[in-house]
């Protein structure tokens, strides 16, 4: 079984179009990537802790409205 490891915020990026996002777009203080009518924030880090990457992930569930295993996110 994988475990979750920190990742890149380029690999992050990639990741979410793969997912269905488009972008990202400069915002007034921050980077978005847009999945529908949906925006979602990306943080400037060039790398993101695993912590920070479940907070996100855990809002790009529910814009998506459906659960990220660790084995998808690796696979992606």
Not at 3 to 22: A, E, N, V, Y
Not at 47 to 72: F, G
Request: aromatic share 10%; glycine share 4%.
């Amino acid at each position: 079984m994988s475990q979750w490891s920190p990742c890149k915020r380029k690999d992050f990026i990639h990741k979410l179009r793969k997912l269905g996002f488009d972008g990202p777009f400069v915002g007034t203080r921050h980077h978005f990537m847009v999945y529908e009518e949906h925006r979602l924030t990306i943080p400037s880090n060039h790398e993101y802790s695993i912590s920070q990457l479940r907070m996100m992930l855990q809002e790009t569930e529910s814009v998506l409205a459906r659960r990220i295993t660790v084995e998808e996110w690796s696979s992606l």
